[in-house]
């Protein structure tokens, strides 16, 4: 079985920064890709970040600039800095990372829970 295990939501002033973690854990062979999504009530899931395969990036176009994906392949854990936060990035930010566990083949997607970020005055 694998864990994903979400932290560093919470409430920040508009210009302020976070940072979001996401930890792996369980029966990992590998991780092909790590991403971030977000979710506002009444919206589709939307792709903020993404790093995939040897570490290449990608980024939703509302967030370049501003986020930053990066991971420790060691602690298979991936982060998302977010700076200069908006109103509009206020959302329930879930990780998604695709594994293959130890005696497959294939990749599996996998979600956490969901972590709030709320983006005020």
């Given at each position: 079985q694998v864990q994903l295990v979400e932290s560093g939501g919470g409430l920040v002033q508009p210009g302020?920064?976070?940072r979001l973690s996401c930890a792996a854990s369980g029966s990992i062979l590998s991780i092909n890709a790590m991403r971030w999504y977000r979710q506002v009530p009444?919206?589709?899931r939307e792709l903020v970040a993404a790093i995939i395969g040897g570490g290449r990036t990608n980024?939703?176009?509302s967030v370049k600039g501003r986020f930053?994906?990066?991971r420790d392949t060691a602690k298979n854990t991936v982060y998302l800095q977010m700076n200069s936060?908006?109103?509009?990035d206020t959302a329930v930010y879930y990780c998604n990372v695709?594994?293959?566990p130890r005696g497959g083949v294939y990749g599996i997607e996998y979600w956490g829970k969901g972590t709030l970020v709320?983006?005020?005055s």
């Open positions: 302020g920064s976070l009444g919206k589709e980024y939703g176009d930053t994906i990066s936060l908006k109103p509009e695709n594994i293959v709320t983006v005020s």
